[in-house]
């Protein structure tokens, strides 16, 4: 039924979840799996006088996250002999889903996992939804998996997608 699937990770315990979930899954239609962490870069303020703009600032501390999270899909799919691989994708200027949508263009899952909070109400509103967003756009089943937290409570834990 699955035979390529998409995992979206952030760092969270959600994205974890939602990882070791496409994993079993994989193990039991022996499919290949994809992890991809989407590293957003910070608005530019460019001075439309000037002659050179200077390429972006990268985010050291979100790239770090996403190799780390990279590197803990690696060791997993390894760890569960799953024939999976590990992309990094820099959104400039795009947001995270859109990033996303772009990468499931090109590499056509059959599923996306990914983990979600839950959010709801103003934290959804002001937040955003990663998750929501991909959903709106994917033409593939996207399976969410939650994080059993409180809603509001401060786990200083990065949110999920």
């Not at 600032?57 to 569960?80: C, D, G, H, K, N």
């Not at 996306?112 to 991909?134: D, F, K, P, Q, W």
Request: glycine share 10%; hydrophobic share 45%.
């Amino acid at each position: 039924m699955y035979k390529r699937i998409l995992a979206a990770l952030d760092g969270s315990r959600a994205a974890r979840l939602a990882l070791d979930e496409g994993i079993g899954i994989a193990r039991a239609f022996g499919a290949q799996m994809l992890a991809v962490s989407v590293v957003e870069h910070a608005p530019q303020i460019v001075d439309v006088g000037t002659v050179y703009a200077p390429g972006p600032v990268v985010e050291s501390t979100q790239s770090e996250a996403a190799a780390v999270a990279l590197e803990e899909a690696r060791e997993a799919f390894s760890a569960q002999h799953v024939d999976g691989s590990v992309r990094g994708v820099d959104a400039y200027g795009e947001s995270v889903a859109a990033a996303l949508a772009r990468v499931c263009d090109e590499w056509e899952p059959d599923l996306i996992v990914m983990g979600t909070h839950g959010r709801h109400g103003l934290n959804r509103a002001l937040l955003g939804s990663v998750a929501e967003s991909l959903l709106r756009e994917a033409s593939v089943p996207v399976l969410l998996i939650r994080h059993n937290v409180d809603v509001g409570a401060d786990t200083g834990e990065k949110p999920a997608l």
